[in-house]
C-alpha cells in the first residue's frame, strides 16, 4: 500500500527553469492537498482539490498551478522558478472526515 | 483572522521527562484539532485528534484535550524518550477541509 508518492525527491533548478512535481494517491481519496514548508515554519498551503476537475487556491498560490485530470494524481507545476520558491514541498490526501495523509516530500532548491 | 499559536522552540529534555507543548487557536466555532509529528526527512505523521470540545486524543502515550474555554489543545507525554525526538506540528481544520498549521517545536531528547 503506497499512501500518497512524490517525485523526485530532491531537484535543483536555475532561475526562469519550469518543472513538475508529481503526486499520486493510491487510496482513492476525493481530497489533495499540495503544501510548502519553509525552514522553521509550518505548512502553508499553495493549491488543494476536492475532486477530479476541481482545484481551489490555498494561501501561497502566486507562481504554482495544478491540474487535477484524475483522483489519483495532482501534480504541481512551477512555471519560471524563482528563488524564493526554494523550499519543502508535501502533497497530502484524504477521505471525508478523515485525517491528511502526508507524503514523504520533495526538497526543492533554485538557484 | 483564524491562526494556531504553538509554543515556540526548541525543545530539549532529558529521557523520562514531562513533555508539554502549548497550542492555542483561534477561530469561528468548533474545529477539529491535532496533532502532526514530522521525523527527520519525512513527511508528517498524524499523532492524535480531537474532534469536538473535551475530547482527549491519545496516542503513542501522548494526550492532548480539547478545550472549548481556553482554545487550546496542549500535548503532554509522562515520559518521553529519544525515539520521540521529532517536530510537532500543531493543526485545526478550517471550512472547505483545510488544515491551519503551527509553526511547528522542535523537540530532542537526550539520554
Known amino acids: 500500500n503506497a499512501g500518497v508518492t512524490q517525485t523526485p525527491k530532491f531537484r535543483i533548478l536555475k532561475i526562469g527553469q519550469s518543472m513538475t512535481l508529481q503526486c499520486a494517491q493510491d487510496?482513492?481519496?476525493?481530497?489533495m492537498y499540495w503544501y510548502r514548508q519553509d525552514p522553521g515554519m509550518g505548512l502553508k498551503l499553495i493549491y488543494y482539490?476536492?475532486?477530479?476537475?476541481?482545484?481551489d487556491k490555498g494561501e501561497v498560490p502566486n507562481g504554482y498551478n495544478v491540474s487535477r485530470s484524475t483522483t489519483e494524481d495532482f501534480p504541481l507545476r512551477l512555471e519560471l522558478a524563482a528563488p524564493s520558491q526554494t523550499s519543502v514541498y508535501f502533497c497530502?490526501?484524504?477521505?471525508?472526515?478523515?485525517?491528511?495523509?502526508f507524503g514523504d516530500g520533495t526538497r526543492l532548491s533554485i538557484l | 483572522g483564524d491562526s494556531v499559536t504553538q509554543m515556540e522552540g526548541p525543545v530539549t529534555l532529558s529521557e523520562e521527562a514531562f513533555l508539554t507543548i502549548n497550542c492555542t487557536y483561534t477561530?469561528?466555532?468548533?474545529?477539529?484539532l491535532f496533532w502532526y509529528v514530522q521525523y527527520p526527512g519525512e513527511g508528517l505523521q498524524l499523532l492524535l485528534k480531537a474532534t469536538k470540545a473535551d475530547d482527549k486524543g491519545s496516542n503513542k502515550g501522548f494526550e492532548a484535550t480539547y478545550r472549548k474555554e481556553t482554545t487550546s489543545f496542549h500535548l503532554e507525554k509522562g515520559s518521553v524518550q529519544v525515539s520521540d525526538s521529532a517536530v510537532y506540528f500543531c493543526a485545526w481544520e478550517t471550512s472547505g477541509s483545510r488544515l491551519t498549521f503551527g509553526e511547528g517545536t522542535q523537540l530532542t531528547v537526550n539520554p
Open positions: 482539490s476536492v475532486g477530479a476537475g476541481i482545484t
Open positions: 487510496m482513492n481519496h476525493n481530497y
Open positions: 497530502a490526501s484524504r477521505q471525508s472526515n478523515q485525517p491528511q495523509h
Open positions: 477561530a469561528t466555532g468548533y474545529p477539529s
